[in-house]
């Protein structure tokens, strides 16, 4: 059986304690593959090599190490299938997916902050005769940076990327749940020619492999995507430390449907933001608030599309939906479907786990489900449950929906579908959340400042914000 390895140093090799861990294909609910048990002993090693390779990487020129990390985009362009068949095997997903979306963006997150170093420029701040101001931004020494496993190499390489870019050197964890795809960049990595010991992945459990890096006293800055719970243990770890931290934490999104909407975009896309990826994107929108007088037409013609919905191998063609990512999310999942009936829900569509035949049979799949007649303010309304899994509520008013929609502990993502401008002004400042979507869901500008508030987490990743967190800011003031 295949064993992954972890990548320190440039080269690939074995967790120290000789110990590994079982990988499931979700689809299948077998074991495929071995992950490396690594502990601190293992992130003890990669740091060193991080820090050896630091003052060399931090000085080589930037159009070297945006060639090198070119050459990294160009390898996953080149590997596109292949990677794009591993990550839908370690996750589940619909393998069209990944080629569609997880690994054009693992190579564009490359090319984009590879291209962004060539174009940064400083401020200047002149006080007339007396003094000359200017900002200087250096890198800052080893990065830790852990993601998670819903979007398993887009999301791991959103953070590796600006860090490289910026001229730190790295120590990463990918999640130990969808580990294959990180394995293969690391190999990526080498054969484009990556210096020793710039990026280093180290796999395994997170109370392990991710504290390690959360407390380790040489890795200054942390870039951390995950779950809410885990996002606090990290930060009451690195806080006394006065780590930089930058936290992208769970959701609870809000889409909210105005009468006035374009009825059938609405609708499509409201299918694909509840159950792309089965659910598990950070950014679906898990509430649907619709207002009164389309509610029926909306419930009845939205229920009938997600009927239609194909779960199924993720490898065919004709699946909209493969498999959640493992047994224990599947539970997770059920156990609050349970939950919603207790709390007065009505399931209008899906609602149990699907049971294929053959291969296929013990494999993780969920029927999309849509759930009305829930209390805005109840478990299943407040709580992150990230899978398919949707609620639809109709309201009356604008005053009603804001407070609906802004009553949970997370501030992620809101989506809107209104063709009234002012409304939509008014709307995007009042909701508590780091992206607005007006007409629309996903849709992505590199260069635009991504995050979330409240409970979704702190900082910003993506464009110069993603930069400039990996960077310190110095002002150097010159006497004229
Ligand atoms: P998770 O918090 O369980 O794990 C995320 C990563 O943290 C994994 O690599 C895990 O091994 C590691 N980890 C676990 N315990 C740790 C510890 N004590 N110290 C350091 N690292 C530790 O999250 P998950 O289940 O992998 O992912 C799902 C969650 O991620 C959802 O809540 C989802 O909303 C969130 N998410 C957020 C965004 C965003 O951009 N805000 C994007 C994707 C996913």
Same mark, same amino acid.
């Given at each position: 059986?295949?064993?992954?390895?972890?990548?320190?140093?440039?080269?690939?090799?074995?967790?120290?304690?000789?110990?590994?861990?079982?990988?499931?294909?979700?689809?299948?609910?077998?074991?495929?593959?071995?992950?490396?048990?690594?502990?601190?002993?293992?992130?003890?090693?990669?740091?060193?090599?991080?820090?050896?390779?630091?003052?060399?990487?931090s000085k080589t020129p930037r159009e070297?190490r945006s060639?090198?990390?070119?050459?990294?985009?160009?390898?996953?362009?080149?590997?596109?299938?292949?990677?794009?068949?591993?990550?839908?095997?370690?996750?589940?997903?619909?393998?069209?997916?990944?080629?569609?979306?997880?690994?054009?963006?693992?190579?564009?997150?490359?090319?984009?902050f590879a291209t962004a170093i060539l174009h940064e420029s400083t401020e200047a701040h002149r006080m007339?005769?007396?003094a000359m101001n200017y900002t200087e931004r250096t890198p800052i020494?080893?990065?830790?940076?852990?993601?998670?496993?819903?979007?398993?190499?887009?999301?791991?390489?959103?953070?590796?990327?600006p860090?490289?870019a910026a001229g730190n050197?790295?120590?990463?964890?990918?999640?130990?749940?969808?580990?294959?795809?990180?394995?293969?960049?690391?190999?990526?990595?080498?054969?484009?020619?990556?210096?020793?010991?710039?990026?280093?992945?180290?796999?395994?459990?997170?109370?392990?492999?991710?504290?390690?890096?959360?407390?380790?006293?040489?890795?200054?800055?942390?870039?951390?995507?995950?779950?809410?719970?885990?996002?606090?243990?990290?930060?009451?770890?690195?806080?006394?430390?006065?780590?930089k931290?930058?936290?992208?934490?769970?959701?609870?999104?809000?889409?909210?449907?105005?009468?006035?909407?374009?009825?059938?975009?609405?609708?499509?896309?409201?299918?694909?933001?509840?159950?792309?990826?089965?659910?598990?994107?950070?950014?679906?929108?898990?509430?649907?608030?619709?207002?009164?007088?389309?509610?029926?037409?909306?419930?009845?013609?939205?229920?009938? +599309?997600?009927?239609?919905? &194909? *779960?199924? @191998?993720?490898?065919?063609?004709?699946?909209?939906? $493969?498999? =959640? /990512?493992? +047994?224990?999310?599947?539970? &997770? *999942?059920? @156990?609050?479907?349970?939950?919603?009936?207790?709390? $007065?829900? =009505? /399931?209008?569509?899906?609602?149990?786990?699907? *049971?294929?035949?053959?291969?296929?049979?013990?494999?993780?799949?969920?029927?999309?489900?849509?759930?009305?007649?829930?209390?805005?303010?109840?478990?299943?309304?407040?709580?992150?449950?990230?899978?398919?899994?949707?609620?639809?509520?109709?309201?009356?008013?604008?005053?009603?929906?804001?407070?609906?929609?802004?009553?949970?502990?997370?501030?992620?993502?809101?989506?809107?579908?209104?063709?009234?401008?002012?409304?939509?002004?008014?709307?995007?400042?009042?909701?508590?959340?780091?992206?607005?979507?007006?007409?629309?869901?996903?849709?992505?500008?590199?260069r635009?400042p991504?995050?979330?508030?409240?409970?979704?987490?702190?900082?910003?990743?993506?464009g110069w914000d993603a930069l400039q967190f990996f960077t310190e800011k110095k002002n150097v003031c010159i006497k004229l």
């Open positions: 059986m295949e064993k992954i390895l972890n990548y320190i140093n440039g080269e690939l090799v074995a967790p120290e304690s000789g110990e590994y861990l079982d990988n499931y294909d979700p689809s299948r609910g077998t074991v495929y593959s071995q992950i490396p048990d690594s502990d601190a002993n293992d992130i003890d090693m990669a740091v060193s090599a991080a820090k050896e390779a630091f003052p060399l990487w070297e060639r090198l990390m070119l050459k990294v985009a160009e390898l996953i362009d080149e590997n596109h299938e292949m990677l794009s068949r591993a990550e839908s095997k370690d996750n589940g997903k619909p393998l069209k997916l990944a080629r569609r979306v997880d690994i054009p963006r693992a190579s564009s997150n490359f090319r984009f007339d005769e007396t020494g080893v990065a830790g940076c852990i993601s998670p496993w819903n979007l398993p190499l887009y999301l791991f390489t959103w953070k590796i990327a860090a490289l050197t790295v120590v990463a964890k990918p999640s130990e749940v969808t580990p294959m795809t990180a394995f293969l960049l690391s190999k990526l990595c080498i054969e484009a020619g990556l210096p020793k010991g710039v990026l280093n992945i180290v796999h395994g459990l997170g109370p392990k492999v991710g504290q390690a890096i959360s407390e380790h006293p040489d890795i200054p800055i942390i870039s951390f995507t995950g779950g809410t719970a885990t996002g606090k243990r990290i930060a009451a770890t690195a806080a006394p430390m006065f780590k931290l930058s936290l992208e934490l769970g959701g609870k999104n809000p889409n909210i449907i105005f009468a006035d909407c374009d009825f059938d975009k609405a609708l499509s896309t409201s299918v694909q933001s509840s159950f792309a990826n089965q659910g598990q994107i950070c950014l679906c929108g898990s509430r649907i608030f619709i207002e009164r007088s389309i509610y029926d037409k909306f419930r009845d013609a939205f229920a009938e +599309k997600v009927q239609k919905l &194909k *779960v199924g @191998d993720p490898l065919a063609e004709s699946s909209h939906l $493969g498999a =959640v /990512v493992s +047994k224990p999310h599947m539970e &997770k *999942v059920l @156990d609050y479907i349970d939950l919603a009936k207790k709390e $007065g829900g =009505v /399931v209008l569509t899906g609602g149990q786990q699907i *049971v294929t035949a053959g291969e296929l049979s013990k494999g993780y799949y969920l029927a999309p489900t849509v759930i009305e007649g829930l209390d805005y303010n109840c478990r299943t309304n407040q709580e992150e449950i990230f899978g398919p899994l949707v609620t639809l509520t109709p309201f009356d008013t604008e005053e009603e929906v804001l407070t609906m929609a802004n009553s949970t502990p997370y501030g992620l993502s809101a989506t809107l579908w209104t063709n009234d401008l002012n409304r939509t002004q008014r709307m995007s400042t009042s909701i508590k959340a780091g992206v607005v979507w007006v007409n629309c869901w996903l849709v992505r500008d590199l635009t991504f995050g979330g508030v409240k409970q979704s987490g702190v900082g910003r990743e993506g």
